[in-house]
């Protein structure tokens, strides 16, 4: 496989290693904003215990995809900033937003009143920042970022204002919401009542995707036509069964509280809703001008960043383990 | 602009920049008029950043030299009061002299390879996302005073504050 593609898959791959330990972190502040009921202010001591210890680390999948898409396809990275230059930054304001209040969440006055004005900043980003994120893949799949002779020609509107990506937007606080409120009945173990909360959260967010993925899907058919037409693929259908276990699955074991299998299913349904994206949306960056191959920056570029990256994984998954094993292990 | 009452030092430009003190230093007049930064910004600056590394310098010295002289932490309260005036100065000499570095390549952003004005986004009203960014930077800054404050504050030990 040539350097270029095996970047793209470690891009991929990130993305999704980001999705499931931040887009978490995102759906733990959703859930902290809507906490309600009797448990509300144990509900958001949990949700403070499970992000607190790890929230800096997951976020750093991020800043590893930017990294490798500035590297290795510095062309499509300049006409991704550009053509999404407002959906960016406010994307880069909510993250600024969500660590920060959440810092001073913890060191500013602990009465009920300071706690909920901050509290109700860093929910709020934590809603509006996966939705803009969403809305930048759905403009990255859309087809209606163009460009000419190397320039972009389309905007700064094409492709984040449409209903598709709207969807998409959607879609994405749909997904962590699920994910963060399926991790949080396996933290709250010890708390059974918590634990019937977020399980009813979890079994109310992962009923609510089914719409909002049918919607992604109908609209994408005028919004995002490469990409809808892909699913006519040979392992489209496979693809879209798995997911369907995953997410069926998730929801069963739900239901009869076999919490870490549902984890394990709303892991399985979110990495491959974005691996089926990825093999969609390949090998185009942005549909349908910028390619992995015709973005590619000089061979040796290309084989310093791959070299660099696997020396990093060695020394960054092994910790990345420890840090998750430390602060998520069953407490005996 | 002219340097007044300059104190030359011989071959020190030539030992400073090309570590040979028969070297030649290209000198800004024979650069291009519409290639120059602006000199009053970069030197200021880069005076400020030395005057400032020096005054530490000096605080350090004398410190020093009155920790050998008494043999105990320096208690002198000029020492005292100067040390808490120089506070800034480390982040004023690092700001100075980042101004020396990005405002002394212009109007390069890749010396020689290509200009600022060249990298620029096409996208209009940048002024919009500059005025947000600067808000936010002091908003936290506002807030990190005051919570750093707090902190302080409630665990002096003469504080009468409980919490």
Same mark, same amino acid.
């Given at each position: 496989m040539a350097v270029e593609h095996t970047l793209g898959a470690v891009i991929l791959a990130a993305l999704v290693v980001y999705a499931l330990s931040g887009g978490a972190d995102y759906g733990g502040g959703m859930w902290d904003l809507l906490a309600s009921g009797p448990r509300a202010l144990r509900q958001r001591v949990a949700i403070e215990h499970a992000i607190a210890p790890i929230w800096e680390a997951n976020h750093v999948w991020l800043i590893l995809v930017i990294v490798i898409l500035f590297t290795a396809f510095p062309r499509a990275f300049a006409v991704i900033m550009t053509a999404l230059h407002i959906p960016m930054t406010a994307i880069l304001l909510g993250i600024v937003l969500r660590g920060s209040t959440f810092v001073f969440r913890k060191y500013d006055a602990q009465d009920d009143t300071v706690h909920r004005r901050w509290s109700t900043l860093f929910g709020g980003a934590s809603f509006f920042t996966p939705f803009v994120l969403g809305l930048c893949l759905g403009a990255l799949a859309s087809g209606e970022i163009r460009v000419v002779d190397g320039r972009l020609s389309s905007g700064f509107f094409a492709g984040w204002t449409? *209903?598709?990506?709207?969807? #998409?937007?959607?879609?994405?606080?749909?997904?962590?919401?699920?994910?963060?409120?399926?991790?949080?009945?396996?933290?709250?173990?010890?708390? @059974?009542?918590?634990?019937?909360?977020?399980?009813?959260?979890?079994?109310?967010?992962?009923?609510?995707?089914?719409?909002?993925?049918?919607?992604?899907?109908?609209?994408?058919?005028?919004?995002?036509?490469?990409?809808?037409?892909?699913?006519?693929? =040979?392992?489209?259908?496979?693809?879209?069964?798995?997911?369907?276990? #995953?997410?069926? /699955?998730?929801?069963?074991?739900? =239901?009869?509280?076999?919490?870490?299998?549902?984890?394990? /299913?709303?892991? /399985?349904?979110?990495?491959?809703?974005?691996?089926? =994206? /990825?093999?969609?949306?390949? @090998?185009?960056?942005?549909? @349908?001008?910028?390619?992995?191959?015709?973005?590619?920056?000089?061979?040796?570029?290309?084989?310093?960043?791959?070299?660099?990256?696997?020396?990093?994984?060695?020394?960054?998954? *092994?910790?990345?383990?420890?840090?998750?094993?430390?602060?998520?292990?069953?407490?005996? | 602009m002219t340097t007044r009452y300059a104190f030359q030092i011989p071959w020190g430009l030539s030992v400073l920049a090309q570590g040979d003190a028969k070297a030649s230093v290209r000198g800004l007049d024979s650069i291009p008029r519409d290639e120059w930064p602006d000199t009053r910004i970069v030197h200021w600056a880069f005076d400020l950043m030395v005057a400032a590394g020096f005054a530490m310098l000096i605080l350090a010295a004398w410190a020093g030299w009155l920790w050998w002289r008494r043999r105990r932490l320096p208690d002198d309260r000029w020492l005292l009061r100067a040390l808490v005036v120089a506070g800034p100065l480390g982040l004023i000499a690092i700001e100075a002299g980042w101004v020396v570095t990005e405002v002394g390549r212009q109007p390069w952003i890749i010396y020689g390879v290509m200009r600022t004005a060249d990298a620029v986004t096409p996208m209009p009203g940048l002024v919009v996302p500059f005025v947000t960014f600067t808000t936010v930077y002091l908003f936290l800054s506002v807030i990190l005073v005051y919570l750093l404050r707090r902190q302080f504050i409630e665990t002096h030990p003469t504080s009468t504050r409980t919490r």
């Open positions: 449409r *209903p598709f990506a709207v969807a #998409c937007g959607l879609f994405a606080q749909g997904l962590f919401a699920f994910l963060a409120a399926t991790y949080l009945t396996v933290d709250t173990e010890h708390e @059974p009542d918590l634990q019937e909360d977020f399980r009813k959260r979890a079994l109310v967010a992962g009923v609510l995707l089914a719409p909002a993925a049918a919607l992604t899907f109908v609209l994408a058919r005028d919004g995002a036509p490469q990409i809808f037409a892909k699913l006519t693929s =040979w392992w489209a259908p496979f693809l879209v069964a798995a997911t369907s276990v #995953c997410a069926i /699955g998730a929801l069963m074991t739900l =239901w009869y509280r076999r919490f870490r299998w549902a984890r394990a /299913g709303a892991v /399985g349904q979110v990495t491959l809703i974005l691996v089926g =994206w /990825g093999l969609a949306q390949y @090998p185009h960056i942005v549909v @349908p001008d910028l390619t992995l191959s015709n973005t590619a920056t000089v061979a040796s570029t290309l084989d310093a960043l791959q070299f660099a990256l696997a020396v990093g994984a060695v020394v960054l998954l *092994p910790a990345f383990g420890y840090l998750f094993y430390i602060f998520k292990r069953r407490s005996t | -």
